[in-house]
């Protein structure tokens, strides 16, 4: 079952936000893109919480007129999992599983925005995605 705290980076797992987990490597992320109707403009932004690690990073790429542009950003979490910005790049939860705002502030490069994303659709529990764990393997090289 979904909830407003879903669009929220608190996830310990794959599940939704009622269920807790405690893989080292989890990761929570929001990631957008976007293009004009001619594609001329392409955009992808990402925000990645790795919460056992204690780190956030962002990303902002703009390919206009055959350019790309990149703007990338990372910091320290220091556990606070609801300060969605890493310098320039902040995300807003205007209205939880409805609207949200990407900014990008002005910085020493060419980049910024301000991005409003609003649902279409209510929205839709996906299947969890999971990787089996690695196990450990030997291998034997012969000449």
């Known amino acids: 079952m979904l909830t407003k ?11 939704p936000i009622a269920f807790a987990g405690t893989d080292r490597n989890f990761y929570d992320r929001y990631f957008f893109n976007g293009y004009s109707p001619d594609g001329s403009v392409f955009f992808a932004a990402a925000m990645g919480f790795y919460p056992q690690l ?11 007129g055959g350019v790309q542009h ?8 220091g556990g606070e999992r609801l300060d969605l910005s890493v310098g320039p790049i902040a995300i807003a939860i205007d209205a939880p599983l409805e609207t949200l705002t990407l900014r990008i502030a ?29 196990r450990a393997c030997s291998w034997t090289i012969r000449a």
């Open 70 to 77: 990149n703007l990338r950003a990372s910091r320290r979490s």
């Open 54 to 64: 204690g780190i956030v990073d962002a990303a902002f790429c703009v390919l206009a």
């Open 106 to 134: 002005a910085n020493d490069g060419p980049l910024a925005a301000e991005l409003r994303f609003t649902a279409r659709h209510f929205p839709i529990e996906e299947p969890r995605f999971t990787a089996a764990t690695a």
């Open 5 to 15: 705290g879903d669009d929220f980076p608190l996830h310990q797992s794959a599940e």
